[in-house]
Structures are given as structure tokens and as C-alpha cells.
């Protein structure tokens, strides 16, 4: 089994910051891409964040410049700084990794338990 563990999430003011991580363990062969969404009341879970092994990452329109994700492989962790914070940022945020669990076998995604974020004064 893999599991994905998020922490930092929290209530900050408007303008704010907070930082994310998530840390994979569990079986795991390969850890390929892995990212952020996220999901707020009503809407559907939308990509925030996604950065590849290798280091090259991807972000949503609405967090450019605000957000930075980053990879430690050696932790197989992940982490979201988030800058400039919006009461629009407002969600749950779930991080995700595709997975590799044996040679040869196929890649799977999987989902942590989510993280909630509070933008609000």
C-alpha cells in the first residue's frame, strides 16, 4: 500500500502565507509526478501544482506567481509555498502521486487524506 501524508494547512488572513507537505511511504518502486489540488465547497477538485520527478513543474493560471511547489526525492516528499494568500484559495487541499509500486508493474495514482486552507480576516 502507499500512503500520502499532507500537513500545514490552516486559517490565515488575506495576504498571508502558509506552507504545505506531503510525504509518500508505503511500497513504492518509482515515484513519478506529483502535485497539489485542491477543492472547494461546491466546485469540483481542480489541479493547483504538479512537478515531475525530474523537477519541472506546472501550475494552475489563478496561483502563478503566488505558489511554488518543490520535490525532495530523497524524503519522497512534496511541499506548496503559498504567497499572497486569497480568500479565493480557500479549500481543501488533497496532494497526489502517481506510483510505480513494483518493476514492471503500472502506475497507479494515489490521494492523501486532504489538508483544509481558511483564507479569511
Known amino acids: 500500500q502507499v500512503q500520502l501524508v499532507e500537513s500545514g494547512g490552516g486559517l490565515v488572513q488575506p495576504g498571508g502565507s502558509l506552507r504545505l507537505s506531503c510525504v509518500a511511504s508505503?511500497?513504492?518502486?518509482?515515484?513519478?509526478?506529483m502535485g497539489w489540488y485542491r477543492q472547494a465547497p461546491g466546485k469540483q477538485r481542480e489541479l493547483v501544482a504538479i512537478?515531475?520527478?525530474?523537477?519541472?513543474?506546472n501550475y494552475a493560471d489563478s496561483v502563478k506567481g503566488r505558489f511554488t511547489i518543490s520535490r525532495d526525492n530523497a524524503k519522497n516528499t512534496i511541499s506548496l509555498q503559498m504567497n499572497s494568500l486569497e480568500p479565493e484559495d480557500t479549500a481543501v487541499y488533497y496532494c497526489?502521486?502517481?506510483?510505480?509500486?513494483?518493476?514492471?508493474?503500472?502506475?497507479?495514482?494515489?490521494w492523501g487524506q486532504g489538508t483544509q486552507v481558511t483564507v479569511s480576516s
Open positions: 512537478i515531475t520527478s525530474g523537477g519541472f513543474t
Open positions: 497526489n502521486a502517481r506510483v510505480v509500486r513494483r518493476w514492471g508493474t503500472a502506475e497507479y495514482g494515489y
Open positions: 508505503g511500497s513504492i518502486f518509482s515515484l513519478n509526478d
